[in-house]
Structures are given as C-alpha cells and as structure tokens.
C-alpha cells in the first residue's frame, strides 16, 4: 500500500514538472511608483513577494526571484526588477520554505542596496530562522516569537500565527512561521504568509484591525493541501473572519505548486465575492502595478 501511494505522488509530481518545463513563462516587469511618506503603496512583485512603502519606509515581504525552484519553473515573471526597487529599508520573510525565504535574492537585493544606496537593509524572520540569514550581508537580522512587536521609525510591525509549518528542510522543524501586521498612521496592512483557515483570524483582527489584507489562494489541490493552505474561499472568510476593507491575492499563478489550473485560484476568489455580495472589496494586483492607498 505504501509503495502505490509513493508511486502516485511520484507520478502527480513529475505531472507538475512537466507542466512547469512545457509552459512558456509570461508576464512584464514594471516600475512601482513612489508613495509619498504619509500614503500607502502596495505593489505586487509575484507569487507572495510584495514591496510595501509605509511610514516613509521601503519593505520587501518574501522576496523571490528564482526562475526555478529546484525544477518547479517559475511561469511569471517578477513584476519588479531587483534593479528597479527602491532603497530597501526593511526585509520580512514569512517562514522558511523555498519558495518564500530564497536566499540568492535576499543576497542579491542587499548587495544591490549597498551598491545603489550604501546602506544594508535589515531582514526580520520568525524565531530559530536567522542562521538561514546571518551570512546574506543584511546590516541586521531581527528575529519574532508570535504577537511580539518591534518598531522602525513609524511603522511597527507584529508577527501572527498562521496555521502552516516552518521546517526548511524535513526534519527542522523547530523553525517558526507566520505572517506580519504593519501599521503606521493611519495605514495598517496585514500578510498572512503561507497558511490554511484557522480561527486565528478573528484574533488577529481583533487585536490589530488591519485594513488591508495579503491572503494566499492558490496551492489547495488535492484537498489535503487545505490542512496548510487556503482556497480561494478559505482565504475570502478569512477576510470576512478578519473585519478588513480590501483584499489583494497571493500565492498563485507564478509557480504550479499543487494540481489546480493556474487560472481557477482568481475565478473561484472573483465568483465566490460576488456571491458574499463583496467583490468591491478585492483588488487582483498585476505583477509590477502599484496600488497607492491615502492619495487624494
């Protein structure tokens, strides 16, 4: 019994692989536009990497640019060059899987903000994941236990629980994981990270009201990957669950992890917020473009 079920995921995975080398990676880089210091600037780089301008403050959250992830090929390309960013000031990583903490863009994005800019950012992770980190030439690495808070400049940021795990490789599991709040004024926008639906939405809107929030919605299939990722409809009464005022996606489309077509994660999300009598409230980001929140 055990060899046929290691012989059917062998078999979905090489489906996978397959799929992802076939495929003709799409899409276009942009450049995000400049937030002033008392707006909110939101852009989509891809997957569940975005640059967050807050405070004054230039943050990247999850930060991957691999073209392959061992041999799942990337199929949208980054919608903000490493080159095109703008001093970074602060670099959060959700946990340490592959696909969020990739260490050669986190080496490539300090490097280009020393040369550019002369000055490191700091890179903050949850708890027992700054050795993955400590050699990436970040001027400083900040490790959070969940619902612990720091605060650079304006902008204070608290690290949530998610419902997920947080081992890089099999047996690690000592490694943390979660998802950040930041808030600065009157902005405050919430990235869950890599999740599955939990009740500890409720909490973390209540505790932090956030107005914004980043939900993943893709990676759900077969059903079994709901027991660590939401569905496009986990992740809409997770916003509900949440008390927010906008939704963005994540977590889709730029790399085939799991069985679902790539373009059923958006259809379900846009279908099922129609029918809650909330699609207003979800934005679909394209890789590259920047939403500016507080702009008159």
């Not at 090489?14 to 799409?26: D, I, K, Q, W």
């Not at 047996?171 to 009740?199: E, I, P, Q, W």
Request: include cysteine; hydrophobic fraction near 40%; proline fraction near 5%.
């Amino acid at each position: 019994m055990l060899k046929i079920t290691l012989r059917k995921k062998a078999k979905q995975f090489g489906t996978l692989v397959r799929h992802s080398a076939m495929t003709p990676r799409t899409g276009v880089a942009h450049q995000p536009i400049q937030a002033k210091s008392n707006e909110l600037g939101i852009t989509f780089i891809g997957h569940s990497s975005f640059l967050i301008q807050i405070g004054g403050k230039n943050i990247v959250i999850d930060p991957n640019y691999a073209p392959w992830i061992f041999v799942l090929k990337r199929l949208r390309r980054a919608g903000v060059r490493i080159a095109d960013l703008p001093r970074i000031d602060l670099i959060l990583v959700s946990h340490a899987h592959f696909d969020h903490l990739h260490r050669p863009s986190l080496r490539a994005i300090a490097r280009s903000n020393a040369r550019k800019y002369g000055k490191r950012p700091t890179i903050v992770v949850p708890r027992n994941v700054g050795d993955l980190v400590s050699d990436l030439g970040m001027e400083r690495v900040v490790e959070m236990d969940w619902w612990q808070s720091v605060k650079f400049g304006s902008v204070e940021i608290t690290h949530t629980p998610s419902r997920h795990w947080g081992a890089r490789i099999i047996r690690d599991m000592h490694r943390g994981y979660g998802g950040f709040v930041l808030k600065s004024g009157a902005h405050s926008l919430y990235h869950s990270g890599d999740t599955a639906y939990f009740d500890g939405f409720h909490e973390i809107g209540r505790r932090l009201h956030p107005k914004i929030a980043l939900l993943p919605i893709g990676a759900y299939h077969p059903e079994s990957f709901r027991n660590v990722h939401t569905s496009p409809e986990d992740a809409l009464q997770a916003f509900v669950d949440l008390k927010a005022q906008c939704m963005i996606p994540m977590h889709y489309g730029t790399f085939r992890l799991s069985h679902e077509p790539m373009e059923e994660p958006v259809d379900r999300l846009l279908v099922d917020a129609e029918q809650r009598g909330i699609l207003r409230q979800v934005l679909v980001l394209e890789e590259g473009k920047t939403k500016i929140y507080g702009r008159d």
